[in-house]
């Protein structure tokens, strides 16, 4: 990936020869379209857009389907939660967003990534300002029926993979149901599943410095989610003027605990961490998805 600071210093170059006369229209376009976001696959650099399905033509996905190459769909579930004092509300959505866009360049050109399901089931954040929820009924329909979507295109090969917990127990207890239904090959996982076992967790192990249980991976906007938005979306990691101590939150005593032993473990993030975290999830998801398509 050419990374967006020198992306930036490139496309200043290019503008300063573009206005000393040395360079035509086209070429300044063309140097514009060499730096935009790439990710190299097999050799071959692909931009990421053409595996997202909402940035698709519907030129792309027709020919990708005709072809035979497009088998598979990604179907990315999170929700619009607090994340504490200082992540962004979307959290969860990007980073389901980001673990599927990344196994499917990984597998390019056989899986498209569909438009995600940004709001989940999170009741239980509504005491802290901003959260939006969903029914569980009605955040299972949407799922089912962008899966019967993509099956309706002829997609039979479905993995849904989700960033927010609430959604995990819903998507798992009605996966099988939704398969035969629509029948597809459909299975659901979370991205955090990439660290329940084997090489995955104990890389986790050797790296979350509060530990691996539940309440710490994925926990809650605290060292694992804050690592992975400094690893891929610093700017939504908001820092400046917090301070927790003055926050005025209305929770009852074993929330507060929580919501601060959260907070304070957040401070042990670090972009490192969270590159690693990614990597490990984006193999995992996409040697999940490999399996299913039995290409492995
Ligand atoms: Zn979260």
């Known amino acids: 990936m050419i990374s967006l600071a020198s992306r930036r210093e490139f496309l200043h170059e290019v503008s300063a020869w573009a206005s000393a006369g040395l360079l035509s229209d086209r070429a300044i376009s063309a140097a514009a379209q060499a730096t935009s976001a790439v990710a190299r696959v097999e050799g071959a650099y692909i931009d990421p857009r053409r595996v997202l399905l909402w940035e698709s033509t519907r030129k792309e996905i027709r020919e ?3 072809s035979g190459r497009l088998k598979a769909a990604i179907v990315p579930t999170g929700s619009t939660e607090q994340h504490n004092e200082h992540l962004a509300m979307i959290q969860d959505t990007a980073s ?11 597998l ?32 299972l329909a949407l799922v089912y029926d962008i899966c019967g979507s993509l099956r309706h295109h002829g997609i039979r090969t479905i993995l849904i993979v989700n960033g927010h917990g609430g959604n995990d127990q819903p998507l798992k207890r009605h996966v099988a149901e939704f398969s035969q239904k629509l029948d597809v090959k459909l ?7 990439a660290f329940a076992e084997g090489s995955g967790r104990e890389e986790a192990k050797k ?6 249980g539940a309440d710490d991976l994925p926990g809650h906007a605290a060292e694992f989610e804050t690592s992975i938005a400094l690893a891929a979306f610093p700017e939504r990691v908001h820092r400046d003027g917090v301070d927790y101590d003055r926050a005025t939150l209305k929770l009852d005593p074993a929330e507060a605990r929580k919501d601060r032993r959260h907070y304070q473990n957040s401070l042990l993030a670090r972009r490192e961490k969270g590159e690693v975290l990614i990597r490990i999830a984006v193999e995992w998801v996409a040697t999940r998805l490999q399996r299913m398509t039995g290409n492995r």
């Open 187 to 193: 299975d659901a996982c979370s991205y955090w599943d």
């Open 207 to 212: 790296i979350m410095e509060s530990g691996i």
């Open 64 to 66: 990708a389907l005709e």
């Open 96 to 106: 389901a967003v980001l673990v599927a866009q990344q196994a499917a360049l990984a």
């Open 108 to 139: 390019y050109p056989q899986v498209t990534v569909a438009t995600p399901v940004a709001v989940g089931i999170s009741p239980y954040w509504m005491d802290r300002q901003g959260t939006l929820t969903l029914r569980e009924e009605t955040f």
